[in-house]
Structures are given as structure tokens and as C-alpha cells.
T-cell receptor, first 115, second 112 residues
């Protein structure tokens, strides 16, 4: 079954304590992306990756890092979380396959609270 | 980078047809139009995609006029379970994943 798996689903942490949200996909997609969702602001892209070792900033990259050492995994790293990073986070994997198909598969979401 | 404009919210009664229009004046020749649906606390899911004219699947229809500067998602006979946020996206994957701009979408509320 095609899947994007995020972990953890819920996380409460304290300001400044480094954390990593993992994302893994089993569809061999080249493109992956991270979004955060806040009330009234919709989905905003944090970082994206077009292939292994190729990453770039989205609309709201400040305070985040990513890595893409292998195709299936795209972890989101918060080196020093702050309360304004409290949000609902989604990882997405995008189909390519030689077609112009913008079908994104999303993970279940990670609800992060930074106190 | 073609961004889109959609109504912030819409209400509809059960059983009615709902049409959500999206404006994308700067759509490029290679861009496709894709619609997603998102339920609370879940990630968006793909509904339908088209390039021109009309596309229909088991969930919805997508109408695209000849100039492609807008598109309309049509949901036939909505039910309470269609209450969700609907996003219109425009882009072409081969030009980069940064083309997936979701924005705030249209919040559809279906009323009994």
C-alpha cells in the first residue's frame, strides 16, 4: 500500500530541545516536501527536496533543517524549537513517473507543541 | 509560479451541487490544475486533475475553460461528509516541487 509515514503523531517539547520528525515513503518518489499548517494561514511549505542530496527552502524555512540522504526518508529537524513553531506538520511525497501529475501523498500529520 | 485565488468559504445544503471556482490568471502552458480535499487533522488528498475542457471521476468534475485562467470544481449532491477544505493548485511537477502552493483553500460546510 502506498504510504507516507510520519513519526511521532504528537509531540510536546520544551523550548530549545532539539527534535526530529521523521518521514518515510514507500513509493520511490523523487520529490518530497514538508508543510506546516496554522489556523487561518493554510498550508505553508517549509522545505522541499527534488532528489537525494537536493533540498531547497520553501516559504517558511526559518528555524528548520532537512536532509535527504536516501530517497525514502526526509526528516525535519528543529535544532532549537521555539513556541512559534507550535503547529501541525505534514510531510508529502509527490508522484512523477514522467508525467505532469501533481498527485501528492501526505502523511498523517505531526502535532507539535513547544512550551 | 502560478498562484491561485479561491473563495475563503462556502456553505451548502445536503443534496445540492456545489461549484467552487479557482482563478489562476498566470497559468503557464505546461501547468496542470489539481484539486485536493482536506478533512480536519488529516493531510490533503488528491481529488481530480485536468489540463483543459472537462474531467470527471467518481468524486467530482472539473471544468476548465479554453483560456485556462480559471477552473471550477463541481461536487454533485454533497453530503455532510463532504465538509472539508478544498485546495486548487496549479503547476507542473517537472519544473520543481516548489510549485505545490496550497494557500488557504475554500472551507466548504455542508448543512443538514
Amino acid at each position: 500500500e502506498a504510504q507516507v509515514t510520519q513519526n511521532p503523531r504528537y509531540l510536546i517539547t520544551v523550548t530549545g530541545k532539539k527534535l526530529t520528525v521523521t518521514c518515510s515513503q514507500n513509493m520511490n518518489h523523487e520529490y518530497m516536501s514538508w508543510y506546516r499548517q496554522d489556523p487561518g494561514l493554510g498550508l505553508r511549505q517549509i522545505y522541499y527536496s527534488m532528489n537525494v542530496e537536493v533540498t531547497d527552502k520553501g516559504d517558511v524555512p526559518e528555524g528548520y533543517k532537512v536532509s535527504r540522504k536516501e530517497k525514502r526518508n526526509f526528516p525535519l529537524i528543529l535544532e532549537s524549537p521555539s513556541p512559534n513553531q507550535t503547529s501541525l506538520y505534514f510531510c508529502a511525497s509527490l508522484s512523477s513517473g514522467g508525467q505532469h501529475i501533481l498527485e501528492a501523498f501526505f502523511g498523517q500529520g505531526t502535532r507539535l507543541t513547544v512550551v | 509560479l502560478a498562484k491561485t485565488t479561491q473563495p475563503i468559504s462556502m456553505d451548502s445544503y445536503e443534496g445540492q451541487e456545489v461549484n467552487i471556482t479557482c482563478s489562476h490568471n498566470n497559468i503557464a502552458t505546461n501547468d496542470y490544475i489539481t484539486w485536493y480535499q482536506q478533512f480536519p487533522s488529516q493531510g490533503p488528498r488528491f481529488i481530480i486533475q485536468g489540463y483543459k475542457t472537462k474531467v470527471t471521476n467518481e468524486v467530482a468534475s472539473l471544468f476548465i475553460p479554453a483560456d485556462r485562467k480559471s477552473s471550477t470544481l463541481s461536487l454533485p449532491r454533497v453530503s455532510l461528509s463532504d465538509t472539508a477544505v478544498y485546495y486548487c493548485l496549479v503547476g507542473a511537477l517537472k519544473t520543481g516541487a516548489n510549485n505545490l502552493f496550497f494557500g488557504t483553500g475554500t472551507r466548504l460546510t455542508v448543512i443538514p
